[in-house]
């Protein structure tokens, strides 16, 4: 009987003293194979002395000889019936275990081929990777003749079509985007799943799987047949391999930093890797590096992908082959080269234009030599005018733009022909709610005004109302084109490069003057619509001076959208949606009607002062009266109450009710009134008692009367479910807002113990560092107060308290959240009720900074 203890104190040994030895120089994929064949032999010497009725296969990662260091050891225990070996089979597992080995491991029949490829693709994906460890080697050779048997009689058709859906539900869970700034090293796209998903393709369909045992992995061995048998040229296969090994290094790395199998590439530890890693500045320089690796492998997945699908479900004789143009071909939806060597760049353009036009693709050959080419620029002939002629063409299809734009940009054409846009290849906008690089935003961005030609909301009606679409896609094009140089004040920047390069590509003066517009003012829609009062004259009439004409109130309202839905899926939100097309109606309106702001405001009026006490039996039309011109006849109130809503809101101050508590339901949102005389640091309080709820506000709205009487307004949703606040809440927090304001409820404990119950989940929410800003900005009868920060539970509460003690008295907020970020605006006035003086601008900005500082 084998010595287990002595077996398991050698294969520790040996482990630790390979996982020390992994160090920036370790190639990844020879460290994969040391530790493989040290699990291999380890498991040989514990069945040293057993006669197995049953085969011992690895599979997975440990097949191919690619396995990290947590990863799951997977091992298959293959036979004919399992019933007869049960015991064997337990005992095998317990001894493996004793010799240190916790494998993870499955018993598989020969009834579980045909079982699994009808039942469940995804599981029989386990039989294209295996090898023979141990037991009997006559049966193992049998179950593999069995798969090939079975794969060559069932159709490819349908062996494809499982392979599609399966890498499809992938993407879904794991990211469609290899520029996902947090991926999933093994699975998000171009993750090393990709490469594998290729293998097996290739295996199932053409080759079949092999009972060969080498001494090298399976990708090393598979790259190796791609470029024998054309799939690829040596120069990309060489490409491919370097980017697998490159990405397998850093999930070894993220192995061993967290000491377990975590495959998700966060942003700490990017920051721990690139300091592991020393020819990288920061993570951001190893995360460029990370993204080229992962475009490669996606390109080349989606060239195999489609040339299988092609070969597959599309072939076509020769004969229905048609020529484009003297150079190029295109046979069934697969474009071709005459005259491969001579292409310049010009002639690379041109091919993209036909690929968008016919929807089509580029065969093996053609995409190869445009990717040399591209790598070596020496050898293109960058002729300005016939590129920038081809480009524009590309620019006015009537489809398909965002998806050839994004060929040209996996293929390094993009970023060739206009170098100010390479620079965004794989740049990272740290501490920021983008979930993707800023060149995979931009082109999402560019799709997604395409997408709306099949959309029958207003946004979409108004985009094929737009006869330019080109001023549009340049925009977007351009309109995060200086973030690598600085991405504060990027859009004034960009306005600047986009004008130099609209000259290069040839457009007139009134053409770039629009398109610089757009870039200009990318962000301004959204800062007005998200950060300011739509109710206020001021406002209108302040946006309207810059959007000056249909034009370009028509296309920035398109760009701030298509900006904005590319962000992150969780940024364009209902919510964001109403807002932006509330501030596009009204200045539309303006224009049309040629009104001011307030003109406006009155004209659009719904409530009627006259009907409001006709919805109460206690209020008269003087109480109506007296109400509405206690709050200065401010518009914003009318507007953003209805009559049923006002008449109630007499009612409850007649009633002479110290505090009143007012619960509805508006839209995705829950809307709170509070209506009470005014009190020290009020909003503060009202903060504290919607945190200690696990409630999160996302508007609020403060209007004050003349005798201090103060209507306070939120629009809030569960912190938990970020869904409406359930109604089993409400009467918990009507208790504690008469608590809170009647001193019998210590907010400052109650916080303690709110960030003392979310602690870990805190940490987990709030992950990221970002710059804190505040920023103050004019406006007639207030001082308007930006703070930017990154989040965390209870800010809204401290913040206000801090503004509370400087003495500034909050009349509007709006609260917005981006990812891990808020961004908050305040219209103040001072203790005396007048604007903030401008010499005390830096004492109150120092003094939220710090009490910021002391929240994070």
Known sequence: MPDLIQIKKTFLFNRDELFNSFNEQTDALDFSKRFSFLIENTIRDVCSEWKLDFVIASSGSFARREISPYSDIDIMLITESSHDIKD??????????DSGIEVSHTVREFSD??????KDFQAFTQFFETKFIYGNKKLYDSFIEKINSLISTTQPEKILQNFLADQEARYRKYGNSPKFLEPN????????RDLQFTEWMYLLLEKGISTTQTEISQTETLIREFIENDFCTSNEGLNILNSYKFLLKIRHLLHLETKSKTDRFEFDHQIKISQKLHQYDNHISLMKDYFNATNTIYRFTKSIIKKFTHRRLNSLPDLLSYNLDEDFFIKGNVIYSNNLEKLQFADILRAFYYRGKYNAMFDIKLRATIIEKVANQSNLDLIETGSSVFFREILKLPKNVGETLSAMNELGVLGAFIPEFKDLNGFMQVGVYHCYTADEHTLCAIKNLEKLYNDNSFLGTLFKRIKNKEILYLAMLFHDIAKPISISGHEL???EIAASLMERLGYNDQETDLVCFLVRNHLHMEQVAFRRNLNDPQTLDNFAKVVDSYDK??????????DLSAVNPAVWTTWKAELLGELYRKIRKMFEDNLTGEQLLRSTILVSTDNISQHSDSITDLDVKEHINSLNDDVSYIHHFSEEEIAKHIEEIESGKDISIMFDEKGEFTHITVITSDHP?????????????????????????????????????????????SKEK????????????????????????????????EKKLFSRESEIKVSFDQHDKYTIIDVSSPDRLGFLYHLTTEMSQLGLIIY?????????????????????????????????????IEAINQIL
């Open 730 to 761: 409400y009467q918990k927090l009507e208790d504690d807002f008469h608590k809170v304001l009647s001193g019998f409820l210590q907010l400052n404990k109650e916080v303690s113990k709110l960030k003392s119950r979310w602690k870990r989940l």
């Open 681 to 725: 640091a009020l909003l503060s309080k009202l903060c504290g008692v919607f945190a200690i709820n696990d409630v999160n506000i996302h508007d609020a709205r403060i209007f004050t009367r003349k005798d201090g009487i103060v209507i306070d307004s939120f629009n809030v949703l569960d912190f938990k479910t970020h869904s409406k606040v």
């Open 185 to 192: 090293v093994k699975m998000s796209a171009g993750g090393l």
């Open 493 to 495: 920047l960009g306005a």
């Open 553 to 562: 109130i028509d296309m920035l309202y398109l760009v701030t959208y298509a």
């Open 88 to 97: 064997q089979i337990n005992s095998l597992i317990t001894s493996l275990f």
């Open 113 to 118: 081929i045909n079982l699994f490829l009808e």
């Open 812 to 848: 509007f907020a709006k609260i917005s959240t981006k990812g891990d970020d808020i961004v908050d605006s305040f219209y103040v006035l001072n203790q005396f009720g007048k604007k903030i003086s401008p010499v005390d601008y830096d004492l109150i900005r120092t003094k939220l």
